[in-house]
Nanobody, 127 residues
Framework: QVQLVESGGGLVQAGGSLRLSCAAS????????MGWFRQAPGKEREAVAA????????YYADSVKGRFTISRDNAKNTVYLQMNSLKPEDTAVYYC????????????????????WGQGTQVTVSS
């Protein structure tokens, strides 16, 4: 049974930073690509970032490039999202997700290619 548990969300002022973590259980973590998505009230879920199983490829939404960094520690079965220079528009519930296969530039942002999801962690950025 695969479980993904996010943590690290909270309330922060604009310009501040947060580091989200997603701890995974189940089959060898290192064989899966991982992604972060977010969903704001009244909006569709959108892709934020993703990282390949081998860490040699990362992908970012244009809205977070240069501010967010995705990383993973396969020894700890954990993927991270470092979020800097946060803006009020970054306010959302953030979800991590697992992808069993190969991520590419044309697939990483599609929720349908991910097979397991965490329960989400709230990030609120005040102005």
């Amino acid at each position: 049974q695969v479980q993904l548990v996010e943590s690290g969300g909270g309330l922060v002022q604009a310009g501040g930073s947060l580091r989200l973590s997603c701890a995974a259980s189940g089959r060898p973590f290192r064989t899966y690509a991982m992604g972060w998505f977010r969903q704001a009230p009244g909006k569709e879920r959108e892709a934020v970032a993703a990282i390949s199983s081998s860490r040699d490829s990362t992908y970012y939404a244009d809205s977070v490039k240069g501010r967010f960094t995705i990383s993973r520690d396969n020894a700890k079965n954990t993927v991270y999202l470092q979020m800097n220079s946060l803006k009020p528009e970054d306010t959302a519930v953030y979800y991590c997700a697992r992808q069993d296969g190969s991520l590419g530039g044309s697939t990483w942002y599609r929720p349908s290619v991910y097979d397991y999801w965490g329960q989400g962690t709230q990030v609120t950025v005040s102005s």
